[in-house]
């Protein structure tokens, strides 16, 4: 949980320069990319390195915690849960009860304030499938993610695409921008800690979260952007409505 934590504080820096405010961000659009990153490279080491450990406690040899680690290639949320539903069949029944995470959701098109909902399990599992092709997007340079720009499906049509989690633009361009990149973080961050305590649970095990940084929605507490705004869906900051430099 230590270097899960220690793997977040760039993303969470890199959030808390961001100037949060409504209007083109200018150069801090590079921030939302570098977040989005910097978040589901965190939980796919988070998630090999968990694994192996829970194994190690269950009293596994280390010959078999290396062949079931092989098998573990860029997890994302569902991987993770079918590891533990696998791997630790009591805790099967509990996965995603009592769950939820609070996000922003994109407009919709030619709209410009994002809306902030509570996904359950299944919605912020099934939504980690889009960010896993923002990922990779990125990754292989197919989109920058500092610009409203066209976003290539999946090779595979199974597969959930990366604008279905992304702000919509003209011209069938997607933005990812900061509201998005929080999102991101939210919900791989909370599907991983619920995962995690799950697992612990079934070893005997209390986890700590403590030092786990935070991806706060707002730059202000919600009572005082309610105070200011009147209403939940965010006016702080950009919006990404309009232009294609966002």
Same mark, same amino acid.
């Given at each position: 949980?230590?270097?899960?934590?220690?793997?977040?504080?760039?993303?969470?820096?890199?959030?808390?320069?961001?100037?949060?405010?409504?209007?083109?961000? =200018?150069?801090? *659009?590079?921030?939302?990319?570098? +977040?989005?990153?910097?978040? @589901?490279?965190? #939980? /796919? %080491?988070? !998630?090999?390195?968990?694994?192996?450990?829970?194994?190690?406690?269950?009293?596994?040899?280390? =010959?078999?915690? *290396?062949?079931?680690?092989?098998? +573990?290639?860029?997890?994302? @949320?569902?991987? #993770? /849960? %079918?590891? !533990?539903?696998?791997?630790?069949?009591?805790?099967?029944?509990?996965?995603?009860?009592?769950?939820?995470?609070?996000?922003?959701?994109?407009?919709?098109?030619?709209?410009?304030?994002?809306?902030?909902? /509570?996904?359950?399990?299944?919605?912020?599992?099934?939504?980690?499938?889009?960010?896993?092709?923002?990922?990779?997007?990125?990754?292989?340079?197919?989109?920058?993610?500092?610009?409203?720009?066209?976003?290539?499906?999946?090779?595979?049509?199974?597969?959930?695409?990366?604008?279905?989690?992304?702000?919509?633009?003209?011209?069938?361009?997607?933005?990812?921008?900061?509201?998005?990149?929080?999102?991101?973080?939210?919900?791989?961050?909370?599907?991983?800690?619920?995962?995690?305590?799950?697992?612990?649970?079934?070893?005997?095990?209390?986890?700590?979260?403590?030092?786990?940084?935070?991806?706060?929605?707002?730059?202000?507490?919600?009572?005082?952007?309610?105070?200011?705004?009147?209403?939940?869906?965010?006016?702080?900051?950009?919006?990404?409505?309009?232009?294609?430099?966002?």
């Amino acid at each position: 949980m230590d270097r899960y934590a220690r793997a977040l504080i760039v993303p969470s820096r890199l959030l808390a320069l961001h100037p949060r405010k409504a209007g083109g961000p =200018g150069n801090a *659009a590079a921030l939302a990319p570098a +977040i989005t990153l910097g978040v @589901i490279s965190a #939980f /796919e %080491g988070f !998630v090999e390195d968990f694994v192996a450990t829970a194994l190690y406690r269950q009293g596994q040899s280390f =010959g078999q915690i *290396a062949t079931k680690l092989g098998k +573990i290639n860029n997890p994302d @949320i569902q991987m #993770f /849960e %079918g590891i !533990v539903a696998k791997g630790f069949t009591g805790a099967k029944s509990a996965i995603g009860i009592d769950f939820a995470v609070d996000v922003w959701y994109p407009p919709e098109a030619h709209k410009r304030l994002w809306n902030a909902v /509570e996904l359950n399990w299944m919605q912020a599992r099934d939504d980690a499938k889009g960010w896993m092709q923002v990922r990779h997007c990125l990754s292989h340079g197919l989109a920058s993610g500092w610009q409203s720009e066209v976003w290539p499906g999946p090779l595979n049509p199974n597969q959930t695409s990366a604008s279905s989690v992304l702000n919509p633009m003209k011209d069938d361009k997607h933005s990812l921008v900061l509201h998005g990149a929080i999102t991101c973080a939210r919900i791989y961050q909370s599907a991983a800690t619920h995962l995690a305590d799950l697992v612990a649970e079934q070893l005997g095990e209390t986890l700590s979260w403590s030092k786990l940084p935070d991806f706060p929605m707002y730059k202000t507490s919600l009572k005082e952007h309610m105070a200011t705004n009147g209403s939940i869906q965010d006016a702080d900051f950009e919006s990404s409505a309009g232009s294609d430099s966002d």
